[in-house]
C-alpha cells in the first residue's frame, strides 16, 4: 500500500513538474486545435503557460492555413510580447537571449591569455603577418541557443540618468548594436580562440577583429536605447561572440571580454553536398562540372561556391541548381 501510495506522490510531482517545465510552440497550438480543444481552453492555455512562439508573417500565414483563428492569434501575439514588456519594465542594459518567454543575459567572458603565431612572419622574413589571437577558457559557452536564427536584445543605459556601472560600461559608452561585431569563434583542444590584432614588422600593429569574419545583422529599432538583434545568414551550430570595436574609457578599462554563445548541435543544417565534392550545373546553355570549395547557408538557401578545374575564377550557385550527374543536369 505504501509503495502504491508513493509511485501516485511521484507521478504526481512528475506532472507538475512537467506543467512548470512546458513550453508552447506555434505546433503545440495546432496540435491542440487538431485533438479538438475549444478557442476558449486554447486562449486560457496560452495565459497561463510559457511559450516560444514564432509570430512572423509566414509563421502567422501557416497557422491561419491550419485552421488558428484570430482569437488564438492575437492571444500568441499579445503573450509573445509581454517579455519586451517585462524587460522595458526593469530596464536593466546588456545582451539578452530569448529562452521560451523570458530573456537570458549573456554576461561577459573574459579572455584567459593571447598568443602570436610567430611562425610563418619568421618563415617569410617578416612579410607574412603574424596574427595576435585571444582564447577563452572551454570549448562551448554556457549560453546555448536552440535556433539558427536567434533573437538578440540589446539595451543600453539612458545618458542622462548618468547611470554608469563599472562592471557593465560597454552598454554606457555605446549607444548602438552598430559597435559590436558577431564574429564566429575557432575551437582548439579545450578552449576558443578569437582573432583580435595583427603584427607585422614594416607595417605595424593592428588591433581588433578582422571584419572579413565577422557575421552581418539587422538592427531593429525598439526605441532610443533597445534593439532587437539578428543575424543577416541563419548560425550553423558552433561558438559565437559579440565583440565591441568602439572606443575604450580611459580609466583602467580595457576590451579583454565578449559576449559569447553557443548554437546547440541540434541545429544542424543538413545540405545535399559537401565541400570538396563535384557538381553538375548549367552554364552558357551547357552542363559543365565544378568541384565545391565552400558552403554559406542564408535565409533563402543553401549556396555553394564552386571552383572548375584549371580556372581561378569561382562560381556562386544555389544548392537546388547543382546536380549529382551529367545527365540529370541536362534533363533540367
Not at 3 to 31: C, P, R
Not at 184 to 208: F, H
Request: with cysteine; charged share 25%; net charge neutral.
Amino acid at each position: 500500500m505504501k509503495k502504491l501510495l508513493l509511485g501516485a506522490i511521484l507521478i504526481f510531482y512528475s506532472f507538475i513538474l512537467f506543467a512548470q517545465n512546458e513550453v508552447l510552440t506555434n505546433q503545440s497550438i495546432i496540435d491542440m486545435l487538431e485533438l479538438g480543444f475549444s478557442n476558449d481552453i486554447i486562449v486560457t492555455k496560452i495565459n497561463t503557460s510559457k511559450n516560444n512562439f514564432d509570430t512572423s508573417i509566414q509563421a502567422l500565414k501557416e497557422l491561419k492555413e491550419k485552421g488558428v483563428s484570430n482569437d488564438i492569434i492575437v492571444a500568441m501575439m499579445q503573450k509573445n510580447n509581454n517579455t519586451e514588456k517585462q524587460m522595458k519594465k526593469t530596464s536593466r542594459s546588456g545582451i539578452y537571449f530569448k529562452v521560451g518567454n523570458e530573456l537570458k543575459k549573456i554576461h561577459p567572458t573574459a579572455f584567459s591569455g593571447t598568443k602570436t603565431n610567430t611562425l610563418g612572419t619568421a618563415l617569410t622574413y617578416g612579410i607574412a603577418n603574424a596574427k595576435i589571437k585571444s582564447t577563452m577558457n572551454g570549448k562551448h559557452s554556457n549560453n546555448v541557443i536552440d535556433t539558427n536564427i536567434p533573437s538578440f536584445y540589446f539595451y543600453f543605459d539612458d545618458k542622462e540618468q548618468n547611470s554608469f556601472v563599472v562592471s557593465n560600461w560597454w552598454f554606457t559608452v555605446a549607444s548602438s548594436p552598430n559597435e559590436f561585431l558577431l564574429s564566429k569563434l575557432t575551437i582548439k583542444k579545450n578552449r576558443r580562440e578569437l582573432e583580435t590584432g595583427k603584427v607585422n614588422i614594416y607595417a605595424g600593429n593592428s588591433i581588433g577583429v578582422d571584419e572579413d569574419n565577422t557575421i552581418g545583422f539587422e538592427i531593429e529599432t525598439i526605441n532610443d536605447y533597445e534593439f532587437k538583434v539578428t543575424p543577416s545568414v541563419p548560425l550553423l551550430p558552433g561558438e559565437y561572440c559579440f565583440f565591441y570595436r568602439g572606443t575604450v574609457p580611459q580609466g583602467g578599462y580595457n576590451n579583454q571580454s565578449v559576449f559569447d554563445f553557443s548554437i546547440s548541435e541540434s541545429c544542424n543544417i543538413e545540405t545535399k553536398y559537401k565541400n570538396d565534392d563535384y557538381v553538375w550545373i548549367v552554364k552558357d546553355g551547357k552542363p559543365r562540372n565544378y568541384k565545391i570549395t565552400s558552403t554559406e547557408i542564408r535565409k533563402d538557401g543553401v549556396y555553394y561556391i564552386l571552383q572548375q578545374r584549371n580556372s581561378w575564377e569561382p562560381l556562386e550557385c544555389k544548392e537546388s541548381d547543382c546536380y549529382s550527374s551529367k545527365e540529370e543536369a541536362i534533363k533540367k
